[in-house]
């Protein structure tokens, strides 16, 4: 399980070195293969243990081909997924694409989300992080049903 918050650096390269307390978890779950694509909803990008990846995409190639909505979702997400391995160093490469979607600069937010990381450029975050917490819950969009007995 994957969480917090943690700022990194993005190096002149395009490397990202992942925090050491999250390595161990990587080499037993996915021997230290990610997948990084980029989030439809959000200028930032998902980082995901190759085996969980791989779940997904089998469930994204499973989506009806003539659905228009369908279709732009594994556009996106499956043409922008790039497989990546920690170095020696818990370096990945985000490429140059992924870079420029995202906006990412010298200082990136690494978010644990549970079973994958958010990626964020750090001006990016600090934004959409006030946003929601100014928003609250009234979006007017409905608590999903399975949050509804969640007890904090």
């Known amino acids: ?11 002149d390269k395009g490397r990202v ?6 390595r161990q978890q990587l080499e037993q779950d996915s021997k230290n293969h990610l997948v990084t694509t980029i989030d439809t909803e959000a200028r930032c990008l998902l980082l995901y243990p190759l085996p969980d990846w791989e779940a997904i995409e089998q469930k994204l190639e499973k989506l009806p081909s003539f659905n228009r909505q ?15 391995e920690l170095d ?10 992924l870079r420029e979607y995202a906006g990412l600069q010298k200082s ?45």
């Open 88 to 97: 020696s160093q818990g370096r990945i490469l985000i490429p140059q694409p």
């Open 70 to 84: 369908a279709r732009r979702i594994q556009r996106l997400l499956l043409g922008h997924a790039t497989e990546a």
């Open 1 to 11: 399980m994957f969480r917090g918050i943690n700022e990194i650096q993005l190096d």
């Open 108 to 152: 990136i937010i690494l978010v644990g989300q549970g079973k994958k990381f958010e990626i964020w450029d750090v001006s990016i975050w600090n934004e959409a992080r006030k946003t929601w917490l100014e928003e609250g819950l009234d979006t007017g969009d409905e608590l999903p049903v399975d949050l509804e007995s969640l007890s904090l």
């Open 17 to 22: 070195t992942i925090p050491t307390r999250y």
